[in-house]
């Protein structure tokens, strides 16, 4: 089940990012201290209650245009508008209903997306609350006062944003089809190989407002089985925004990747691994998705026998993060080794999914230990008790140690390169979790 995308809308100086970051807690701006994976605040995970979902901070577009404020609202509407399942659209008590507003309310308005009206900075309701009734006039529902630096009324604003979540949001007959969300830098040939899959050119641009995300899923058939794929090139008016605009694609590409199986990155043969090809895929690798690299154009480099050798080296320096990523070659123009992708995925869905009995794991674990001794620490030795497997996509184990501090990242590193030496587990990450348990007296 994919999360739900919420993403906050509003002007500059209104608290975008003071709610962005009470909602998301303040440990967010780095995730991980993994090497390539750097995360400017552009998303989160947010887990309320029994909720759960994926916040975007739409903000930072710069448009050209001379109403400034007007036209990057307007940016950050539209992307809202095409990304989220609910939109918070964030106004200021103190600046008073402003035309602005008024404006990008009509947008959000007009696109039937759920759009839930935040007013903030209401630090003392009794003394502001009169004040919050003038935001009724933007005809887009209730105003939900908050206090995003004081944390005051943010219950109350997210219970109205779940109400919308869509509980059995998938079709039960689309859940048993696998997902494959295509992702990658502008222009290294997304939409060329979701057009050459279905065998004719039929990218689906549409100008009617409020297209949904779902109007860029093709389902494909090959060998009698059907396969979604996720475009995350289509739809987008190109005169509108400027198509490198990271932000924006990085947008697309969380919003895609929450919903998909596997990942096909799509990197450019003729340029090479990009720093930004390593933030995308940071992301499919935080969300513990399969992933699959696909050098595109391969049809168009000059070869000798050592090419393959050194680009594939070249990838899995950048991509170090990630190791279990299958890499392939293909040439979406051409259909060379379409096949070969097909394959691959079927093997990523199927990793995903595997289960591993619990005695076989603890074998491993133990033979490991044998030949590896745990780390000590001042005199304390880390010791393993079990091992047992209780999640897939991704496959998640949970080890119970003595004691957590002594568990290092490298001998979990090293314990999930044993289990891979056996079960091969290529293309999907694993995951881990490391609990105490008291030594028994």
Do not use: C
Not at 207 to 223: C, F, L, P
Not at 242 to 254: C, G, M, P
Not at 303 to 327: C, G, Q, W
Request: no cysteine; hydrophobic share 40%; proline share 3%.
């Amino acid at each position: 089940m994919s999360k739900p995308i919420v993403a906050i809308v509003g002007r500059p100086n209104v608290g975008k990012s003071t709610l962005f970051n009470a909602l998301a807690g303040e440990k967010i701006s780095i995730v991980k201290d993994t090497p390539g994976v750097t995360r400017d605040r552009i998303y989160a995970d947010v887990n309320w209650l029994d909720k759960s979902f994926t916040l975007i901070d739409t903000g930072g577009i710069e448009p050209d245009s001379r109403d400034i404020i007007l036209s990057q609202m307007r940016e950050q509407a539209q992307i809202a508008i095409d990304t989220a399942d609910v939109i918070i659209f964030i106004t200021d008590v103190r600046q008073g209903l402003v035309d602005s507003d008024a404006k990008v309310a009509d947008m959000l308005r007009r696109s039937g997306k759920p759009v839930i009206l935040v007013v903030n900075k209401v630090d003392n309701f009794d003394k502001f609350i009169m004040d919050t009734y003038e935001f009724y006039n933007l005809g887009i529902g209730e105003p939900v006062p908050v206090s995003a630096t004081g944390k005051l009324g943010i219950g109350d604003m997210l219970e109205k944003v779940v109400e919308y979540f869509d509980e059995d949001a998938e079709d039960g007959e689309e859940e048993d089809i696998p997902k494959i969300a295509v992702v990658g830098k502008p222009n290294v040939g997304k939409s060329s190989l979701i057009n050459k899959l279905i065998g004719e050119s039929r990218v689906i641009v549409s100008d009617i407002a409020g297209t949904t995300r779902d109007a860029i899923d093709t389902k494909v058939e090959w060998k009698d089985k059907e396969y979604i794929f996720i475009d995350t090139a289509g739809l987008r008016r190109k005169s509108k925004i400027k198509e490198e605009l990271e932000r924006y694609s990085i947008i697309r590409t969380v919003t895609a990747v929450e919903r998909a199986d596997v990942v096909v990155m799509m990197i450019d043969a003729t340029e090479g691994v990009t720093e930004q090809d390593a933030k995308i895929a940071g992301i499919a690798h935080e969300r513990g998705k399969g992933i699959i690299i696909a050098v595109n154009k391969w049809d168009a480099i000059e070869k000798n026998d050592k090419t393959i050798y050194k680009f594939t080296n070249k990838v899995r320096e950048v991509l170090s993060y990630m190791p279990y990523a299958e890499i392939i070659f293909i040439s979406a123009e051409t259909g060379q080794r379409i096949p070969k992708l097909f394959e691959t995925i079927d093997m990523v869905l199927e990793n995903q999914t595997l289960r591993v009995q619990t005695g076989v794991l603890n074998e491993i674990m133990t033979e490991a230990v044998a030949m590896q001794q745990p780390p000590s620490d001042k005199g304390k030795r880390l010791k393993l008790f079990y091992i047992t497997q209780v999640a897939v996509k991704p496959p998640t184990f949970v080890i119970f140690v003595n004691d957590k501090e002594l568990m290092h990242f490298s001998y979990t590193r090293y314990l999930e390169n044993k289990i891979r030496d056996t079960f091969g587990f290529k293309g999907t990450s694993l995951k881990f979790i490391i609990r105490e348990r008291k030594e028994k007296e």
